[in-house]
């Protein structure tokens, strides 16, 4: 599982890999930059643009294709 290794005993026992984790742990927490994971779809809410849309599925006079 993912989360398990959150959770794994650290042990360091040199001063300068501890100030090193510790840097890491600072840029992991300032660079915060995220991404969607799929890209976001806009919502159509402009009534004509619907209408435009359902026009062209369904043909002129209405029937399906």
């Known amino acids: 599982m993912a989360t398990s290794s959150i959770f794994a005993n650290v042990r360091i026992t040199d001063s300068q890999k501890a100030e090193d984790f510790a840097e890491a742990l600072d840029a992991s927490a300032r660079d915060q930059e995220r991404k969607p ?21 369904t043909g002129i006079d209405g029937s399906d294709f």
């Open 37 to 57: 994971a799929v890209p976001v779809i806009p919502l159509v809410t402009n009534i004509e643009e619907i209408r435009k849309f359902m026009t062209g599925r």
